[in-house]
């Protein structure tokens, strides 16, 4: 089974969204003073590889512990989306995967943002979706959305977000190593932490980057 880590690895003073807090490690105990070695570890709801609930952008929407796990696990489709001819990930763009995304029910945008992460432009310069493209994945039943991008906009954070959040639609950001599939469709792990009343958590999500065959049977 070959299982590709879309995950960002969390670093003590990572980089962050503009504005927002980063990772906060401080060591608690170690092997030598206590004989054993824990840490504390400040996170926030938005930083690194994360789960955008409802509630991130929704007064009443469902929160990050009461999402359906159901929607966060199963068949994924890749969309190319490293060539924009409109400049933006619009319907024209998802139009070839509509089938496909209609039928696993979750997509993965890739862009390849993920190489300049390190960069201050990653977080300003990033690749935006349309509303059109938004509400068309709604069309198409799609109940999560991963994207290599740190938000679905540059600049309309609501506006995008309240589109894809119709139907309760889970949403993943700052994914990395999309280009490491090899397959047009793989199977999706991508569970979050359960904090109680949050918008969002980091979350470890994982591909099974392998043909239909060498999924998992089912999910219940």
Known sequence: MRLV????????????????????????????????????????????????????????????????????????????????????????VLAPYADALARTGRALIR?????????????????????GAAERLVELGVVFLGLDTPSPHRTEFRLLHEALFVNEMVVAECLVRLAELEHDEVFLMALPLPLEGLDGSPARIVAIDEQPGGWPASVT
């Open 111 to 131: 862009t390849d943002w993920d190489v300049r992460a390190a960069e201050r432009e990653y977080w300003t310069d990033f690749p935006s979706m349309t509303v």
């Open 5 to 92: 880590d879309l995950t960002r690895t969390l670093r003590h003073g990572m980089l962050a969204f503009p504005g927002e807090p980063t990772v906060g490690f401080v060591p608690f105990s170690s092997i030598e003073r206590d004989d054993v070695e824990m840490w504390q570890v400040s996170l926030f709801s938005q930083v690194g590889t994360h789960l955008d609930a409802p509630s991130h952008f929704l007064r009443d929407g469902r929160t990050i512990e009461a999402v359906d796990l159901a929607r966060c696990v199963g068949p994924a489709t890749v969309v190319d989306a490293r060539e924009l001819p409109t400049g933006e990930i619009d319907g024209e």
